[in-house]
């Protein structure tokens, strides 16, 4: 049965990350959008394309691992709040484990996950020619 619980708990966890990894591309491509010119000016000033690249994806980068560093402590705090009241015995005591791996195995799909969601962002800001960028409005 907690088998089972378990499965479900990490496909539901697989959905979220879908929808994360969309959410993010969905932020990345809306500032991309905004920053047109700024890329363009870094461009002239002398930033080559896989720089400017490299910075959209660290800031995807940044915003999961932020995410994931309040989740985890969140969930944990959370989690084990949880138990502790639904265990109201004073001869029980709830000790919170963390399971490590897993949690590590999370935190690496979700920053691969940010990477994915951050390349066609940072390959539209890449792209952007100097010239064409400044004269816009």
Do not use: C, K, Y
């Not at 969309?22 to 959008?33: M, P, R, Y």
């Not at 994806?57 to 709040?81: D, E, H, I, N």
């Not at 639904?86 to 001869?91: N, S």
Request: hydrophobic share 65%.
């Amino acid at each position: 049965m907690i088998d089972m619980v378990l499965l479900m708990v990490l496909v539901l966890l697989a959905a979220a990350i879908i929808v994360a990894v969309i959410g993010v591309s969905n932020t990345l491509s809306l500032s991309v959008f905004e920053r047109r010119r700024e890329a363009a000016l870094l461009r002239a000033v002398g930033m080559n394309r896989r720089a400017v690249g490299s910075m959209i994806s660290l800031q995807a980068l940044l915003m999961a691992a932020v995410a994931l560093l309040l989740g985890t402590v969140l969930g944990g705090f959370f989690g084990w709040a949880g138990v502790s009241s639904l265990v109201a015995r004073e001869d029980w005591s709830v000790v919170l484990e963390i399971p490590w791996l897993r949690i590590a195995a999370i935190w690496a799909a979700t920053l691969v996950a940010a990477l994915l969601a951050a390349w066609l962002p940072a390959h539209q800001m890449s792209r952007v020619q100097p010239a064409s960028g400044l004269s816009q409005q």
